[in-house]
Nanobody
C-alpha cells in the first residue's frame, strides 16, 4: 500500500524558514508528479508547488521566489524549502503524488499525505 508521510512543520516567526519533507513508501517503482498543497482555516486547498519526475517545477504566484520544491527520485521523497515566511503562509501542508506505479505493477492515480501544520507567527 502506498503511503505519503510529511514531516518538518512547526511554528516559525515571520521571515523565518522551514523545510518540509514527504517520503513515499510502498514498493514504489515510479511516481510521475509530486507536489505540495496547503489549506488555511476557512479556505479551500490550493496548489503550492509541483515537480515532475524530470524536474520541471511550477509554483503558485504567492510563493514564487520564496519557496523551492525539489525531489529525490531514488528516495521517492519530495521537499519544500520555505523562506521568508509570512503569516499568510500559515496552513496545513499536504503532500501529493500522482500516477504511482509499484514494483508489482499496481497503478494508483493519486495519493495524499495526512498533512503537516505550518504556523507563521510572532
Amino acid at each position: 500500500q502506498v503511503q505519503l508521510v510529511e514531516s518538518g512543520g512547526g511554528l516559525v516567526q515571520p521571515g523565518g524558514s522551514l523545510r518540509l519533507s514527504c517520503a513515499a513508501s510502498g514498493s514504489i517503482f515510479s511516481i510521475n508528479a509530486m507536489g505540495w498543497y496547503r489549506q488555511a482555516p476557512g479556505k479551500q486547498r490550493e496548489l503550492v508547488a509541483v515537480i515532475s519526475s524530470g524536474g520541471t517545477t511550477n509554483y503558485a504566484d504567492s510563493v514564487k521566489g520564496r519557496f523551492t520544491i525539489s525531489r529525490d527520485n531514488a528516495k521517492n521523497t519530495v521537499y519544500l524549502q520555505m523562506n521568508s515566511l509570512k503569516p499568510e503562509d500559515t496552513a496545513v501542508y499536504y503532500c501529493h503524488a500522482e500516477k504511482v506505479v509499484t514494483i508489482t505493477g499496481f497503478y494508483g492515480m493519486e495519493y495524499w499525505g495526512k498533512g503537516t501544520l505550518v504556523t507563521v507567527s510572532s
